[in-house]
Each structure stands twice: as C-alpha cells, then as structure tokens.
C-alpha cells in the first residue's frame, strides 16, 4: 500500500479554493455568477468534507489515508465526489434558465443547495458500506427538484400577485373619475332648490319659534320633524359640495381629493360645520323650549344667495325676479324686526308703559295671532319711516327705536334706488325705440312730408314694435365672439338660406359666411321690393310674408310668392352672356308686412374670393338656369371676356393709378422740402467755418443760434 502524505495532499485539495475577491467582482460584473456558483460549492464542500474526514482521524494526522480502511475511505470519498459532481451537472442542464432566478434567486437557490450536499456527504461518511447511496441520492435529488418547483410556484404566485395590485392600481385609477356635478349643470341647480328651503325655513321660523312661546309649544312635534329633516338635508349638501367640480384650466375637476381639498381650504366649509354642530342636545338639560339652540343653522344663508343669482341668470323676466327678491329681504328684515320688538317687550314686561306690547292678560291681546301681527305692524311702521307708533320710555326702548330709524332709512333708500333702475331698465329698449320715432317725426315735420308718407312710416314702427321686431341684431350680439355668432347665425339662417337653389351644394364655410352676411328687411303694404329694369345689387329671401310679381302697372298679379321663396340671385353673379345682365326682369310688391333676408351683391363677392371653386360652381348654375328659361347668349358666353366687365377693370386700374401719383406727389414734395432744408443748414455751417476758421463752435454758441434759425424758418 502506498503511503500518501496529508501534508502534500492537503494544500492540493485547498488550492480548488484559491481565488481572489477581484475575480469574483469581473465575474459578477460579466454576468458568470451561475457557472463560478457551481466551482465555489464544489470547493467548499470539498473543504467540509476533508474537515470532517479530519475530525475522526487517529492521534497520527500524517496517516490519514494509512493504515486499515484507507483504501475504503479513499474509494468513498471519490465515490462521493463523482455523485455530487454528475448531481449538479445533471441539476444544471435540468433547470430553467429563467431571468427571476438569475436576478433573484440564485442565492437562495444555491444555499439550499449546499445544505444538502453538506448533509448527503455526512450521511455517506456516517454510513461507511455505502450500499444504500444511489438511491438515497435520488431521494435529494427529486426532493430538490420539488423545492424548486415550490420556488418557482412562490414567484410566480409573487408575480401574479404583483400583477394584481397592478389591476387594482388600475381600477382605483378609474374609480378616482367619480361621479361629479357641474356647477352649470340643471341637477346642481335643483339641488340648490331642495336646499334653499331649509335654509329658508330656519330664517323664518326659528326666530319666531324663539318669541313666541305658544307657537313653539303647540306644533312641537311637527317642528322636530321639521328641524331634522332639514339637518339631513344639509348633511347631503355637504356631499353634494364634496362632488361639486370646479374648473381648472378650463376643464372640470374630476379627482375626488383635489375635490375634497378645494372644498375644505375655503371659509365656506367652516361655515357647514358650524351650522352641523349638535348645539340641539343641550334640550336634554335646558328642555325643548329653547329653539334659539339651533341659531347656527343659518350661516348655511350662502345657498339661498347662490339660489336666487342662479335664478336670475336662468329667468326670462330678470327684472321682476329682482323686484321680487328686493321684496322678499324686505319682508325678512321686518319679520325678524317684529320677533326681536316682540321679545324686548317680553323681557321688559307686557303693559308696563306705552310703548311696549300690551298685557297679554287681556284676552284680545292674548292671542298668538295678534301678538305676531300686532308686532309685524309696529316694524313696518318704523322701519319704513312712517313713524305713528307710541314713544319709548325707556332708554333700551329709545336704543332700540334709533336702531331701527337707521335700519329704516337703508331700507328706503335701496327700495328707491333698486325699483328706480329695475323700472328704467324695464323701459329702456321701449324709451330707445320711442326716441327713434320722435326724431323721425320732427325729420318728417320740418321736411314737410306729406300725411300719407308720414302716416305709413308711422305704421311701419308701430308694427316693428308689437312684433318685437326693433332689436338690431348686430348691436345685440356685438359682445359675442366669433364662433357663437357664427353659430347662433346658423341657428337661425343657414335653413333658409340652403333653400336657394344655387347655395344648395355648396361649402360649409361658405355658407356660413353668408349666413353672417345676411340682413333682416321688413318691408310695409304696397313697397316694391325691385322694379323691372333696376340694377340687381341684392338678392332677397322671404322669411314672413307675401309677394306679389305684377305687371308694369302695379295691380295685375302673375305669381305670388310666399314663406321660403328667393329672387335677384342671378343678377348678382354677374354671369356672361345673361340677356338681362344684372338687370331686375320683374316688378315685386309686398302685399302686406313682410320679413325678408338680404344679400348683398359685395358681401357674397367677398365671401366668394376665399373659395374660387364655390364662385365657378355657382356661375355654372346660374348659367344652367338661364338656359332652362332661354335667357343666355351663348355666343355671348363663349366669347370670352365681357367688355363690361373689362371697362370695371380698367376704371378700378386709373383709380389705383391715380391714388398712387398722389402718394408719389406727396413723399416728392417732402423730399424736395427736406433737401431744401439740408442745403440751407450747410450753407450756414459754410459760413461759420469761414468766420471762425477751421475750428468747430462751442456748444454754448450752437445752441444759442438753433432758436434764431428756427425763427427764419
């Protein structure tokens, strides 16, 4: 048997270990971790297994592998070595190559690992026959692989896990986008009525609940009903005011905290809270006759304001609504006057002067309908200045009445102001119109126009008036901009106008822009609206009325026109070869009243530059429909340019030509005055060097003559 020495054999064995902390970061860094993952296990389970195969070693260290049984051992050991090396290779070729355990998991992996290897050697060490290793190391093996599959389970349960608190990411994105009402929308504003009446009922009825005892112990039930029905309610407005959006950037608020956070910054919810606080319970100590708990409730008064300007906005009649609502303060204002003079009285005791309420002991003043109306009386008497009431007694008394003079001259004063500007601007658009005719009647006067003529333009305002028809559409829409002119135009004239046959296929854009272009005419009984032979600068849609097409002399009627007909639309397109050219070629006279549209000839040139397609689509109808009725010379036609049309350009050309030889005249009578000016200027300067010589003048000297040379100017 051949010896083998430990000491020789030992540092071989280590040298498998021997590796530097630099190589192990490029190997990392180079993405090699697995393979120099499986060297170092290798290793260093070689080196645990020569530390245990140390530890029962005899006293003689040297002779490790001598004497009996080093053969055995040797044999075991490489045994070992050989299974655990074809273990992990085969483990290696087996598992995935995924890129979580690449990243994650290869430390827990490899642990595992060399936990069990660690446990297969000293398992083969502490069973020295061996027998039973092959089956035991597939035992580890199939166990490893369970505990890889359970990994592999645990990740994926992990990312699927992960990529449920991705969707619920999503859905809680998506329920962010919460319900939200617009403040203009129409369930805001019925919501803004439900609330006005609580806020409504607690100004009216608490302070009269708090003064008048009888009212307050005969209808208690119905009062607590009252009370926390309209608690309810607020609490929901506070919802409601959570929901409510707000713009920003133009674009309304959707996201529940900006929302909330918008709401509780302003003094608006400090106020909610307030009027919620449960100030009531202190009637389980003080009893249910102390109404004046619930006092708080009305700091929710910002929605009865915000109710009433939504409803100014919203009515037709704004000025009567605003009468109405002056009205309705008013009313408050002597309702709480009266509870408050009502109260003093009680406080200073019934009877007990003049100028208090009288003896409730007396059975026409005991009752509590004439406690109330007796009291309303006394505020309107004082409040509106009228006075007729009995003095005060008592310096409170004399407080009280002074407060109330004050209060009453506000009040007057603001009934005054606000009735007098409601009533003007009720009357303005009728005192406008008014002005109108007056100065047409003394234009009419000092002309010395005949009553028949003075009769008629009479009626044509009278009948501009009753059918609303004064308002002058461009002053009233001025203030829009564009785009809702536009539409409101459209709204209103584009069906009409698409019944012309020639605009029938047309742009949109074109159409809109003689939409804008359109002027409402009305025109009175027995007006010709063209005459045969005049030159056609308009054309004319009936909206309202009757025409007639008579003959030269006025009565013989050939055809009647009504609501929806046009003319005059091809005598200003101005198309080649038309024997009438722009030529009216029938007399039209309005029956009675009629409201018709107006199209000028310059407007619808203007609006035809921008679109050249358009204008040569329309002259192509125009020219259609003149051959249908054989009214177009086609030799004409074909010939080329109108002569007409040639002496309009050559005429537009000396215009432009003339304008410009003034212009040139004006800039060359400048020039020639400014050179002129320069001459004279070095004449001077000439004259100054040869008197001083070469030198320059002083300052002082130059500008001591620049005033004599402007005067010689």
């Avoid at 979580?100 to 290897?117: D, F």
């Amino acid at each position: 048997m051949a010896k083998i020495n430990t000491q020789h054999s030992y540092p071989g064995m280590h040298r498998l270990t021997v590796r530097t902390t630099d190589e192990d970061i490029e190997r990392i860094e180079n993405g090699y971790i697995r393979t120099h993952s499986m060297c170092e296990d290798a290793s260093s389970e070689l080196q645990r297994v020569i530390s245990v195969e140390g530890r029962h070693l005899s006293e003689s260290q040297t002779s490790s592998f001598t004497g009996t049984g080093a053969m055995a051992r040797l044999s075991r050991f490489v045994i070992s070595v050989r299974s655990w090396a074809t273990r992990h290779l085969h483990h290696e070729d087996q598992r995935p190559d995924s890129f979580l355990e690449r990243i994650r998991g290869p430390e827990l992996i490899e642990v595992s690992s060399r936990q069990s290897n660690i446990r297969s050697f000293l398992g083969i060490r502490e069973r020295p026959g061996g027998v039973n290793s092959k089956k035991e190391e597939k035992k580890e093996v199939k166990e490893e692989k369970k505990e890889e599959k359970k990994e592999e389970k645990k990740e994926e349960k992990k990312e699927e896990k992960k990529d449920d608190k991705k969707d619920d990411k999503k859905k809680e994105e998506k329920k962010k986008e919460i319900f939200v009402i617009d403040p203009s929308s129409n369930i805001y504003y019925h919501w803004l009525t439900i609330i006005a009446a609580p806020v409504f009922y607690n100004w009216c009825m608490l302070v009269c609940r708090a003064c008048f005892d009888e009212l307050q112990f005969d209808h208690i039930k119905l009062w607590l009903f009252l009370d926390y029905g309209s608690d309810i309610i607020y609490v929901l407005d506070i919802f409601v005011r959570f929901r409510t959006g707000f713009l920003e950037q133009g674009l309304l608020v959707q996201d529940e905290k900006k929302l909330r956070d918008y709401y509780t910054k302003t003094m608006q919810f400090k106020l909610d809270v307030l009027s919620l606080l449960p100030t009531d319970l202190a009637y389980l100590k003080l009893g249910l006759n102390y109404p004046e708990l619930r006092f708080n409730r009305l700091l929710r008064i910002s929605r009865l304001f915000e109710f009433f300007d939504r409803t100014e906005t919203r009515t037709n009649y704004p000025n009567m609504f605003r009468i109405g609502n002056l009205v309705l303060y008013i009313l408050i204002i002597i309702h709480w006057n009266a509870c408050i003079y009502f109260a003093i009285s009680k406080l200073i005791g019934f009877g007990t002067d003049s100028w208090v309420y009288p003896n409730v002991s007396i059975p026409e003043y005991g009752r509590l309908s004439r406690k109330y109306i007796y009291s309303l009386y006394w505020s309107t008497l004082t409040l509106t200045t009228i006075g007729e009431t009995p003095p005060p007694v008592k310096d409170e008394e004399y407080l009280f009445v002074v407060i109330d003079f004050l209060v009453g001259v506000l009040i007057f004063a603001t009934i005054v102001g606000n009735v007098g500007s409601m009533i003007s601007n009720m009357n303005a658009s009728r005192a406008e119109f008014q002005a109108k005719v007056d100065s047409i009647k003394q234009y009419m006067h000092f002309r010395k126009v005949t009553k028949d003529l003075e009769a008629r333009v009479i009626k044509w305002f009278d009948y501009l008036w009753t059918n609303k028809k004064t308002v002058d559409e461009k002053e009233v829409l001025k203030n829009l901009p564009d785009k809702l002119k536009a539409e409101i135009a459209i709204n209103v004239h584009l069906d009409t106008l698409k019944k012309v046959r020639i605009f029938q296929d047309c742009e949109a854009g074109l159409l809109i822009e003689l939409v804008l272009k359109l002027k409402p005419t009305v025109f009175s009984p027995g007006d010709y609206i063209c005459k045969k032979g005049d030159i056609g600068r308009e054309m004319y849609i009936i909206k309202e009325g009757k025409l007639a097409v008579v003959a030269d002399d006025g009565v013989t009627q050939f055809v009647v026109l009504s609501d929806g007909s046009y003319f005059g639309e091809i005598s200003i397109l101005n198309i080649k070869g038309s024997k009438s050219g722009n030529r009216r070629t029938a007399n039209i006279r309005s029956i009675g009243y009629s409201d018709l549209f107006c199209l000028s000839k310059d407007d619808l040139m203007e609006a035809l530059t921008e679109y050249p397609e358009a204008k040569k689509a329309l002259e192509e109808k125009g020219r259609q429909i003149l051959m249908k009725d054989n009214l177009i010379d086609e030799e004409a036609a074909k010939a080329g340019a109108d002569p007409k049309d040639l002496e309009e350009k050559v005429e537009k050309l000396e215009t432009a030509l003339d304008a410009l030889q003034t212009r040139f005249a004006r800039l060359l009578a400048e020039y020639t005055s400014s050179q002129q000016k320069v001459k004279q200027r070095l004449a001077r300067v000439e004259t100054r060097v040869k008197k001083y010589g070469s030198g320059t003048l002083s300052v002082g000297e130059a500008e001591a003559e620049k005033p004599e040379e402007e005067k010689k100017q």
